[in-house]
């Protein structure tokens, strides 16, 4: 049987990359061999592509002249040779970790014939659907076989305003065999565009074996013989400005832990920290988080893998300028929370922290469990029928 998972990766996020990871692994583990489509989702958009080329003809001129680089275009140039570590870092973790197809996809053309012949094709999950992003690829419009199964399996919207959901979307979703959302609003949404019943379904990582994480976490041991406060904050320039450097300040006086925060070139650094790591892939942020004392995050899978290294942690809102609330990325946190019976997890910026909380890992196991039944069951029906 052959399958192609189409995911969304660019953007070096932790994240993305560890959940397209888990996709390929959890359908693998189902009994389906497959491979993840390499799609290159900056093809469409010339300047996304142009950025990073002139930024690496920059770094490989500064590089011909280091001293003089270092003492005319200090700050330039460390962010350039920074962004290159770590987009090497991903590369690595690709190259190493993902399935992915020996060819680069910059068409939907290209994907049609190459994909005509799919017993299936599966879209997901993170944010694949957002419409700030929207690209048909992602639902699966290069799928013109009637032959072959066209399946969503949990992705994300990251809105909960149906009106911001176009015409073309629309058609597109009406279209896939088989619905699935991670979200309740999210399902909520596809259920009324439809007319169909959309299930909830956990997302990808909540569907490989601790023991898996554990195993990829070792791989790198960054921290292990350290105790640490860890941060990991996603915020561009559409959100307000909520970084809990205070809380954070003040968990660094209660517990006498210095902080560790990790970043990402591409994105807004506010946090105050004691050492950043802002280089590092995937793999190093999961033993980070594996080796971590507290962590501090505003980050979806941040607050997965917190739960499933059982670390103590606290996650914070996000939210957009101007009040829009329609774009607010909290749902999915709130309903994560809910599931894992954590809710007390969810913390202010103005709260002071208590380190005398007992975290209870086991509190949402069994729904936990009836959730991944309920999500292989999904996977299995659209595969087998």
């Known amino acids: 049987m052959k399958i192609a998972i189409l995911t969304r990766r660019a953007g070096y996020n932790m994240g993305s990359s560890l959940q397209a990871y888990a996709m390929s692994k959890f359908i693998a583990d189902a009994g389906y061999p497959n491979e993840i489509i390499d799609y290159d989702e900056y093809s469409g958009h010339m300047l996304w592509q142009i950025k990073p080329k002139v930024n690496r003809l920059l770094l490989s001129v500064m590089n011909l002249v280091p001293f003089i680089s270092r003492r005319l275009f200090a700050g330039k140039y460390a962010a350039l040779r920074r962004a290159r570590m770590q987009m090497d870092s991903f590369a690595h973790f690709e190259e190493e970790c993902l399935p992915l197809t020996k060819r680069r996809y910059r068409s939907l053309k290209a994907m049609e014939q190459d994909f005509h012949d799919c017993d299936a094709c599966i879209c997901g999950s993170d944010q694949i659907w957002s419409p700030y992003f929207f690209d048909p690829a992602f639902f ?25 959901i176009g015409d073309v979307q629309r058609h597109l979703i009406r279209n896939i065999d088989y619905l699935s959302c991670r979200e309740a609003h999210a399902a909520q949404i596809i259920s009324h565009i439809t007319g169909r019943e959309v299930p909830v379904v956990l997302d990808p990582t909540l569907m490989v074996s601790v023991e898996e994480w554990e195993r990829l976490a070792i791989i790198k041991n960054v921290g292990k013989e350290e105790r ?37 070139f591409n994105l807004i650094d506010l946090v105050e920290a004691d050492k950043h790591f802002n280089t590092i892939g995937p793999l190093e942020f999961l033993s980070l988080v594996k080796n971590a004392e507290w962590v501090c995050t505003n980050s979806f899978h941040c607050c997965i893998f917190s739960y499933v290294f059982k670390r103590k942690f606290v996650v914070f809102e996000r939210y957009m300028k101007e009040g829009n609330e329609g774009s607010n990325q909290n749902s999915r946190i709130y309903s994560l929370l809910d599931l894992l019976g954590m809710e007390y997890c969810l913390t202010r910026s103005n709260e002071q922290p208590n380190t005398e909380v007992k975290y209870d890992f086991s509190k949402g196991l069994c729904e936990l469990q009836k959730q991944r039944e309920k999500s292989l069951e999904f996977l299995l029906t659209a595969l087998r029928k």
């Open 140 to 164: 699966l419009s290069f799928v013109t076989s009637k032959l072959t199964k066209k399946i969503a399996y949990a992705p994300s919207m990251g809105i909960t305003d149906e009106k911001m």
């Open 228 to 264: 640490y406060i860890l941060t990991y904050f996603l915020h561009t320039g559409y959100y307000e400005d909520n970084i809990p450097n205070a809380y954070i300040e003040k968990l660094k006086k209660e517990t006498g832990l210095p902080v560790y925060n990790v970043s990402l």
